[in-house]
C-alpha cells in the first residue's frame, strides 16, 4: 500500500504544472531554523547528531520562502533519511559575496557517501542513487531534481561534493 501511494504521488507530481513563485523579502535565518527546528525529532529517533550552524546575521532575501523550506527540507530530511546511526548531519548558512546578497546553504553529513557514478546522476529526475536509507524509508527519485529545479527557478545553482566513506555536503545559494 506504501509502495502504491508513493508511485501515485510520483505520477501526480509529474503531472502537475509547478504553480508560479511568489518572491518577497524574507528571513532565510528564520527559514533555515525552522528547518532544522522541523527535523530535529526524526534525528534524534535516527540517532544522528543534528547541528545547526546557520550565521548569525544573513541579509533578508528575495525567494518563495515555502519553495525555498521544501528545498532546504528535502536536503536536511534525506541527510537524516541516509544517516548511519551515530553520525553528523550539519547545517550551515554563509554570506557569500554581501553586495549581491548572495548566501550559501550547505547539508554536510559525514555517511557513506556517493559513488562517482552517483555524483552524475545526483540532481536527474527519477534517479535513484545506490545509497540505501538507513531505516528502511522509500525513495522516490525525485527529490533531488525538486531541490535543482527551486533553486534554478530563483535563479541560484545547486551542487553536491562528495566522496564514498567520507560524506557528502549538499548546498545551494
Not at 5 to 15: F, G, R, V, W
Not at 83 to 103: C, G, H, Q, S, W
Not at 108 to 118: P, R, W
Not at 137 to 151: A, D, M, N, P, T
Request: charge should be positive.
Amino acid at each position: 500500500i506504501v509502495k502504491l501511494s508513493q508511485d501515485m504521488c510520483t505520477i501526480i507530481a509529474k503531472a502537475l504544472p509547478e504553480p508560479k513563485l511568489k518572491f518577497n523579502k524574507s528571513s532565510l535565518k528564520s527559514l533555515v531554523d525552522d528547518v532544522f527546528n522541523q527535523n530535529a525529532s526524526y534525528a534524534k529517533a535516527k540517532k544522528v547528531k543534528l547541528y545547526n550552524k546557520n550565521a548569525i546575521e544573513l541579509p533578508e532575501v528575495k525567494m518563495d520562502s515555502e519553495k525555498i523550506e521544501e528545498a532546504l527540507d528535502n536536503l536536511v530530511n534525506n541527510a537524516i533519511k541516509y544517516a548511519p546511526p551515530e553520525t553528523i548531519v550539519e547545517v550551515r548558512t554563509y554570506v557569500k559575496d554581501l553586495n549581491k546578497k548572495t548566501v550559501v546553504v550547505e547539508v554536510k553529513d559525514n555517511g557513506v557517501g556517493l559513488s562517482e557514478e552517483d555524483l552524475k546522476r545526483s540532481f536527474q529526475k527519477g534517479s535513484v542513487l545506490s545509497a540505501k536509507p538507513t531505516g528502511l524509508e522509500q525513495s522516490s527519485g525525485l527529490g533531488l531534481w525538486i531541490v535543482k529545479r527551486i533553486i534554478e527557478e530563483h535563479g541560484g545553482k545547486v551542487w553536491v561534493e562528495s566522496k564514498q566513506g567520507i560524506g557528502s555536503t549538499f548546498a545551494f545559494e
